[in-house]
């Protein structure tokens, strides 16, 4: 168990829908990172917040946006949802904002039908 | 931009038998973290091992090891006395400031 938790931890929708998944990091980190991963395939970086603040950007698309909260729990919000956007979706936590370990949550799987 | 790079996308081995996997990374960076992370059936991502660039000393975690080869921008990954257990994918991971992620190798431990 790394200590961080997400919920939920499966999410079944349709397309068009918007979804909401949560992420807790461990005690003491101030970094929250959101990846993506595809059947079969890496992980994509989406997007990094440090202490509330939007550190760094990957491949994250218009119609996904994130936040982290006072309490440091942070929300990845997904919208207009495509058959594509069916993954694993991870978050992981640090303690710094830069060169740390990661350390992964169990991860959500979203099925968009 | 650094890339990282895993040559090897399957691998098998025997249960109690020793395995490397190979991991290569392109940095003009002095100073970086280098891990490998085990992602079984289950999905989980688990850190195996860490590697600070700065440290000589090649890191170990039971049955698990590394050979870091700076020069050479090597990072492998050695598993002995394999279990069944450890049938999973396998990511090599760099970090400075910015993580990047190999594409995997698919272990596959046979009884």
């Known amino acids: 168990d790394s200590g961080v938790t997400q919920t939920p931890k499966h999410l079944i929708t349709a397309t068009g829908q918007r979804v909401t998944l949560r992420c807790s990091p461990r005690?003491?980190?101030?970094?929250v990172y959101w990846y993506q991963q595809s059947l079969d395939q890496g992980l994509q970086f989406l997007i990094q917040?440090?202490?509330?603040?939007?550190?760094a950007k990957g491949n994250i698309l218009e119609r996904f946006s994130a936040q982290q909260f006072p309490d440091l729990h942070s929300e990845l919000n997904l919208s207009s949802l495509e058959l594509g956007d069916s993954a694993l979706y991870f978050c992981?936590?640090?303690?710094?904002?830069?060169?740390?370990?990661?350390?992964f949550g169990p991860g959500t799987r979203l099925t968009v039908l | 931009a650094q890339t990282v790079t895993q040559s090897q996308p399957e691998m098998s081995v025997q249960e109690a038998e020793t395995v490397t996997l190979s991991c290569t990374y392109d940095?003009?960076?002095?100073?970086?973290?280098l891990f490998w992370y085990k992602q079984p059936p289950s999905r989980q991502m688990i850190l195996v091992i860490r590697?600070?660039?700065?440290?000589?000393q090649n890191a170990t975690e039971n049955r698990f090891s590394v050979n870091f080869q700076k020069a050479a921008k090597s990072f492998s990954l050695k598993i002995s006395d394999s279990q069944l257990g450890d049938t999973a994918m396998y990511f090599c991971?760099?970090?400075?400031?910015?993580?990047?992620f190999g594409a995997g190798t698919r272990l596959t431990v046979k009884p």
């Open positions: 940095t003009s960076e002095s100073n970086y973290y």
């Open positions: 005690s003491g980190d101030l970094s």
């Open positions: 992981a936590s640090s303690v710094s904002r830069g060169l740390d370990t990661q350390y």
């Open positions: 991971a760099f970090n400075n400031n910015d993580m990047r």
């Open positions: 917040y440090y202490n509330g603040e939007e550190r």
């Open positions: 590697q600070e660039a700065y440290k000589q």
